[in-house]
């Protein structure tokens, strides 16, 4: 009766829990509120512009030079 077990430190072959769907997009939901927001006035433009073209419904031009409807630099 001297020994002890402790068997809730076994470890059992392929319990360990996977993270599901939800708790990835909790986790990259919360990173995503700690991280600042450095867009320059130029991004914030570019993106509003991008926004709002693909918003209007209408299919991007084909006879446009690149960077036209996006040019950002990261």
């Known amino acids: 009766m001297d020994e002890v077990t402790n068997r809730a430190l076994v470890a059992v072959p392929?319990?360990?829990?996977?993270?599901?769907?939800?708790?990835?997009?909790?986790?990259?939901?919360?990173?995503a509120a700690v991280t600042r927001q450095n867009?320059?006035?130029?991004?914030?433009?570019?993106?509003?512009r991008l926004e709002n073209l693909l918003d209007s419904?209408?299919?991007?031009?084909?006879?446009?030079?690149?960077?036209?409807?996006?040019n950002a630099r990261v």
Not at 39 to 48: G, K, Q, V
């Open 39 to 48: 867009d320059s006035e130029d991004l914030t433009r570019a993106l509003t």
């Open 14 to 31: 392929g319990a360990a829990q996977k993270p599901t769907e939800y708790q990835r997009a909790r986790e990259v939901h919360a990173r």
């Open 57 to 70: 419904g209408q299919p991007p031009r084909r006879d446009v030079p690149r960077g036209f409807y996006f």
